[in-house]
């Protein structure tokens, strides 16, 4: 009773320990979990609000709409900035993902509605307009969170002023005005939406020195949508170019196909080889007396070592390792770990389930290392630790340092830097250690056929 228990509990705690990890992320678990108790840890607010109630609006970064991967912090732009400028404290994954949350001098109260309430009054100068004229240009676009909420809204238009005879004349255009239109109902807000007012936009084609005036307006509805689906309506659509498509049907056809034809090979092959394989179950003498031709000479190749010993064993577990993560990462989305815009859960997971599964890497190499005869087992395991992560680290070096030079969110801060490498050196090594101590002690498979070693050939 005591086991089966702990077997039901083992999603659970995993999914707790992620939730430490990953950080602080408000939204709430209560629409996607797997039972209450898994609510319960996984929700750290349940979003009710009074009247009044001050709820703040982060902003987190702006990049052009047509390459969505390209980010960089909102206040790279001269907007309004608050008195204090404050940055939410955010998990594991999110950085990793590239969210850098900001507090905005939005005013924004739970059912409080307000008309072309003036944020501040800026001037830009010359250096803030080419920024702005470079963003408009480029089609930039903004994200904000409000109540954990997403929103999305570009920054300004370009118009085409055609005269005859002549190239077309392109005027750039700042927004000025953000409209809120939030539904909430009862106690908690359901829906938000940002639009911006095409009549109060300021031109920025020319010009050294401007004074704007940013303004904003809230308008709060009464819906009927219960707070269990206000997710909804992310899972249906997305405001960023979407570039994968997944073609069901295609992928279940293929699918098919390949299970009919490999088991009409399967079927082939069992009428033709029958006889062989009662043969090969006889007595041992009888099948060396026969002459050996073909296909039957892979029974002495098959645990012949390759030239490269230790490098086969270590894709062997790592791959056995990609492999089980895989598995875990699909079983988290079916109990409801990966809901929508839950931001850096998935980065996270990958992460800390790469660091708990390495001992099964370090076994499954050491097992089979063990089994085609390798002695030399410390090279073993450092190899087998350094398969993935070794290029891992060099890809990375590589793009962060590009994203550095480029200040975009997709730069890693130097303690997440510290974080991920005291995960590898506490975990990641020692379980891998461990799993092939104890791979080079198991008493596992033992081979029973022979093997032919070609001329001068050895174990590595």
């Known amino acids: 009773m005591r086991a089966g228990v702990g077997l039901r509990s083992l999603p659970l705690i995993l999914c707790t ?19 209450l108790s898994l609510r319960t840890l996984l929700t750290e607010s349940d979003h009710k609000y009074e009247m009044h109630h001050q709820i703040r609006l ?12 390209e980010t960089y912090q909102y206040y790279n732009l001269p907007f309004c900035t608050p008195k204090d400028k404050e940055y939410k404290t955010e998990g594991l994954g999110e950085v990793l993902e590239g969210d850098r949350l900001v507090n905005t001098p939005y005013d924004i109260k739970f059912r409080v509605d307000k008309e072309n309430e003036i944020l501040c009054s800026r001037e830009l100068t010359a250096k803030d307009l080419r920024k702005f004229r470079k963003a408009v ?20 238009k370009v118009e085409k002023l055609m005269k005859s005879g002549e190239k077309p004349d392109l005027r750039y255009y700042l927004f000025t005005h953000i409209h809120f239109e939030i539904l909430y109902n009862d ?26 005036d940013y303004t904003y307006s809230v308008k709060w509805h009464d819906t009927s949508i219960p707070y269990e689906k206000r997710m ?50 006889r007595d ?21 070592p ?99 030079v480029y200040r975009t969110t997709a730069a890693l801060p130097f303690g997440t830097i510290c974080i991920i490498i005291v995960i590898w ?6 379980l891998t250690v461990l799993g092939g101590i104890a791979g080079k002690n198991s008493k596992g498979f033992i081979q029973e056929c022979r093997v032919e070693f070609a001329r001068g050939g050895q174990a590595q």
């Open 232 to 281: 909804d309506k992310y899972s249906r659509y997305s405001f960023l170019p979407q570039h994968l498509e997944i073609h069901w049907f295609s992928i279940i056809n293929s699918c098919v196909t390949v299970l009919l034809l490999t088991g009409f090979l399967a079927t082939i092959l069992m009428r033709v080889l029958k006889n062989d394989f009662i043969k090969y179950t």
């Open 137 to 156: 240009k480029k089609d930039y676009y903004f994200q904000m969170f409000y109540d954990d909420l997403p929103i999305w809204g570009f920054i300004g």
């Open 425 to 430: 050196a506490l975990v990641t090594f020692p």
């Open 17 to 35: 320990f992620i939730r430490l990890v990953s950080g602080s992320s408000n939204l709430s678990q209560e629409q996607y979990g797997s039972g």
């Open 187 to 212: 106690k908690r807000v359901i829906e938000l939406s940002v639009s911006t007012d095409p009549s109060k936009t300021v031109d920025i084609t020319d010009g050294e020195n401007i004074i704007v």
């Open 306 to 404: 390759p030239p490269h010993l230790n490098l086969f064993c270590a894709c062997v577990g790592t791959g056995t390792q990609m492999f089980v993560l895989t598995l875990c990462i699909f079983g988290l989305a079916l109990i409801g770990m990966y809901y929508p815009y839950n931001r850096g859960a998935l980065l996270t997971s990958c992460v800390v389930l790469y660091a708990l599964t390495s001992g099964i890497a370090g076994y499954t190499a050491a097992v089979c290392y063990r089994i085609l005869g390798g002695t030399n087992w410390v090279r073993n395991v450092v190899l087998t630790v350094a398969l993935f992560c070794g290029p891992m680290l060099i890809t990375f070096s590589v793009l962060n340092t590009v994203a550095i």
């Open 58 to 69: 982060f902003a987190n970064k702006v990049g052009p709409f047509s390459n969505p991967s």
């Open 284 to 304: 041992d003498e009888a099948a060396e007396e026969a002459e050996e031709t073909g296909w039957k000479y892979i029974h002495g190749d098959v645990f012949r």
